[in-house]
């Protein structure tokens, strides 16, 4: 490998965008693909699928044995409120591997010492937005309980495409939050795609089980999303 | 989170004039205990980074790893992790893997 290709390597990850390095096994020769690139008709497919997976193998492509490797950046759930459902969450998300942010505009909220490695900000989400984007490879998960505060950030996570988009809430405040947000000009299918209620169905009965209802549902989106070219 | 991939050690070993080769997992059969796609870097002084199997062959790789550096020709390895190599080191693992191991340059 060049020098070169592993600071690009590296570059991608520090920037939070997906790397495929496609290795040939018989010339020992790599070649780094990036979005534009994968209309290459030879290649596309199965550097696609790698892509969708997110699961590196060997493949044929123009008759050469190579390997794809896919790097991309490590998921992380950014969540919006930093009460008890965050605070267990950002404990399990540590263990299962996530980066976990929490933004709370209502400092009084904050105590550092109850959230362990996660980054904590007492800011107004749209201002650590700016300097940390959300993007295809963040989970937002809304649990403010709080409207002014959680229908921006899910109409910022839809826009920036983020893997998951989740708002705490049962079926009637979600039914009004759709009035809302389609009030504010986000579309349907956009809409659609937050989970609300928020977290698989596993009749959980407080903080902790809500945060273990949530991280499964994250799980699950992440190892059966559709990640299209525009991700990288 | 601090950055404990083992490409960005193979960068910076890289920068301080230090001989690298990168080693990835291209296959794996049966039970293996890390993914195509794992790393494991090693530099001229058998120092390393990085996983490929849990610690069952990573002392094998490192070998071979000093004759891809002193050659500067990639190769492929295969592994069996036996049963045996994985209790010793406290694994479970058990399974072959194949694995490319290049040289930074």
Redesign the interface.
């Known amino acids: ?3 070169a290709h ?2 690009e ?2 570059a991608a ?1 520090d920037a939070r965008r997906a790397m495929v390095v496609v ?1 040939d ?1 018989d010339t ?1 020769e790599t070649r780094l693909l990036r979005a534009e690139e994968l209309s290459d008709p030879v290649s596309a497919s199965a550097v696609e699928s790698a892509l969708r997976t997110g ?4 493949a044929g492509i123009g008759g050469r044995s190579v ?1 794809i ?2 790097h991309q950046p ?1 998921p992380r759930i950014v969540a919006i409120g930093a009460g008890h459902i965050a605070q267990a969450l950002a404990g399990m998300a540590a263990i299962a591997g996530f ?1 976990m942010v929490i933004i709370d505009p209502r400092g009084s909220m904050i105590s550092p010492a109850t959230f362990g ?1 996660a980054a904590l900000f007492a800011e107004q989400p749209e201002d650590v937005f700016q300097r940390r984007p959300l993007d295809a490879f963040t989970a937002l998960a809304a649990v403010a309980h709080d409207p002014s505060i959680d229908d921006l950030p899910l109409t910022k996570a839809l826009a920036a495409q983020c893997f998951y988009v989740g708002a705490l809430g049962g079926k009637k405040s979600h039914a009004k939050r759709i009035e809302r947000l389609a009030g504010l000009g986000v579309d349907d299918a956009a809409i659609a795609r937050i989970h609300g209620p928020i977290g698989l169905d596993i009749r959980a009965a407080n903080p902790a089980e809500i945060a273990v209802s949530i991280l499964a549902d994250i799980i699950l989106s992440l190892r059966t999303r559709n990640v299209s070219a525009t991700a990288i | 989170m601090p950055d404990t991939d083992p490409l960005t050690f193979a960068a910076e070993w890289h920068a301080d004039g230090r001989d690298v080769a990168i080693a990835t997992v291209i296959e794996t059969w049966s039970s293996a205990p890390r993914p195509a796609g794992s790393h494991l870097v090693i530099d001229a002084q058998g120092n390393f980074q990085g996983s490929v199997s849990g610690g069952c062959i990573e002392e094998a790789l490192v070998a071979e790893a000093s004759d891809v550096i002193a050659s500067g020709k990639a190769r492929i390895a295969e592994f069996a992790v036996t049963d045996d190599t994985a209790q010793n080191a406290g694994l479970f693992c058990g399974g072959r893997i194949r694995v490319l191991i290049e040289k930074l340059r």
């Open positions: 490998m060049l020098p592993l600071h390597i590296n990850r290795s096994l020992g699961k590196a193998g060997l390997f490797n896919v490590p980066d490695t």
